[in-house]
């Protein structure tokens, strides 16, 4: 019985340290990390392969429609706790041309 109750004390101490001043907490990035430059080069017309080439591989492809591509990346800071999130959709056409994009990025958002 005693060694049980010392192995829930300290793993009720254990818990309550996650949050104690001074425990270094790492950032966490998840997906995919688009940047303006990255969007700038992306044109009307370029193929599936193309958009690849330039974005990396979809963190996610819609089974219902092979023609949408989403990109997502997720930051949360360790030192503040704060979550960033960005989205990009990438549409192609039926012949698998880039035909449109939506999300929080837009091409030439760095010309302005």
């Known amino acids: 019985m005693q060694k049980v109750l010392i192995g829930v004390f300290t793993a009720i101490l254990l818990v309550g340290c996650a949050d104690f001043p001074g425990v270094y907490k790492?950032?966490?990035?998840?997906g995919n990390n688009i940047t303006q430059e990255m969007v700038d080069k992306l044109r009307p017309g370029m193929t599936q392969n193309q958009v690849r080439y330039v974005l990396g591989t979809p963190l996610i492809t819609d089974s219902f429609n092979v023609n949408r591509w989403d990109y997502i990346y997720r930051y949360k800071s360790g030192e503040t706790g704060a979550v960033t999130q960005e989205r990009l959709t990438?549409?192609?056409?039926?012949?698998?041309?880039?035909?449109?994009?939506?999300?929080?990025?837009?091409?030439?958002g760095n010309q302005q």
């Open 26 to 30: 790492i950032d966490i990035p998840q």
């Open 90 to 108: 990438v549409i192609f056409d039926e012949s698998g041309k880039l035909s449109n994009m939506a999300g929080d990025f837009r091409p030439g």
